[in-house]
C-alpha cells in the first residue's frame, strides 16, 4: 500500500525562525512529490520536484528530494505570521494522474 | 472568474438523504478530482477523471458517485449518506502536462447527521 508520512505533526515557532518540514514516502513506480500550502480552504502549489538532489527554491522556501532514501524536505527561512498553513507533501504516480497526500504538518508561526 | 467553482460551500443533512455535489472548471483541464479532508488524514483520493466521459476510482470509492460529461463539470453525488461521510469535500483539476499541479476548488464543508 502507497504511504506518504509527514513530521512533525505540527509546530510552532517565532516569526524569523527557520522551519523544516519533513515527507517519507513508499509508493510504487515513482514519478514526481509535491508540496502545497493550505491557509484557509483550497491547498495551492508551492514545488514539483522529479529528480533527487535538485532544490527548487522559491523566495524563502526551498525543497529537496532523496529518491534513494525516499523523502523531501521542505526549508522555510525567516518565517514570517503568512506562512501559517498546513503544508501538505503528496506524491505522483507515474501511472495516470492520481496523488497520494501525507496527513500534513500544521505550521504556526507566532509574531 | 477562473478556477473552479464548488456548489454548495456548507450543507447539513441527514443520514439516508441523496446529495450532490457540484463542480465546474474554467480553465479546460482534462483531468479533474474529488478529494475528502478529514482531520490526521490529510487529503483522499474518492473519484477522479482524466478526461470528459471516462471516470475511475481513488482511495475511498465507496458510497460515492461520479460522472464526467463534458470538459468543465464534475458532480460528486452521495446516494444515501452515512454518518462517516461527514467531511470537507474538494474538488480539483490539473492540465494534462503538469498533471501534478492540482487546482482546487473552495471545499464544500457536509455534515450527515
Known amino acids: 500500500e502507497d504511504k506518504v508520512v509527514q513530521s512533525p505533526l505540527s509546530l510552532v515557532v517565532h516569526e524569523g525562525d527557520t522551519v523544516t518540514l519533513n515527507c517519507s514516502y513508499e509508493v510504487t513506480n515513482f514519478r514526481s512529490l509535491l508540496w502545497y500550502k493550505q491557509e484557509k480552504k483550497a491547498p495551492t502549489f508551492l514545488f514539483m520536484l522529479?529528480?533527487?538532489?535538485i532544490e527548487k527554491k522559491s523566495g524563502r522556501l526551498s525543497s529537496i528530494l532523496d529518491k534513494k532514501e525516499l523523502f523531501s524536505i521542505l526549508n522555510i527561512t525567516a518565517t514570517q505570521t503568512g506562512d501559517s498553513a498546513i503544508y501538505l507533501c503528496a506524491v505522483r504516480h507515474a501511472a495516470g494522474n492520481k496523488l497520494t497526500f501525507g496527513g500534513g504538518t500544521r505550521v504556526l508561526v507566532k509574531p | 472568474i477562473a478556477g473552479i467553482t464548488q456548489a454548495p460551500t456548507s450543507q447539513i443533512l441527514a443520514a439516508g438523504r441523496r446529495m450532490t455535489l457540484r463542480c465546474t472548471q474554467d480553465?479546460?483541464?482534462?483531468?479533474m478530482y474529488w478529494y475528502r479532508q478529514d482531520l490526521g488524514l490529510g487529503l483522499r483520493l474518492i473519484h477522479y477523471s482524466n478526461t470528459a466521459g471516462t471516470t475511475g476510482k481513488g482511495e475511498v470509492p465507496d458510497g460515492y458517485s461520479v460522472s464526467r460529461a463534458n470538459t468543465d463539470d464534475f458532480p460528486l453525488t452521495l446516494a444515501s449518506a452515512v454518518p462517516s461521510q461527514t467531511s470537507v469535500y474538494f474538488c480539483?483539476?490539473?492540465?494534462?502536462?503538469?498533471?501534478?499541479?492540482?487546482?482546487f476548488g473552495e471545499g464544500s464543508r457536509l455534515t450527515v447527521l
Open positions: 480539483a483539476s490539473s492540465d494534462s502536462d503538469r498533471a501534478g499541479e492540482l487546482f
Open positions: 480553465m479546460r483541464h482534462n483531468a
Open positions: 522529479t529528480s533527487s538532489g
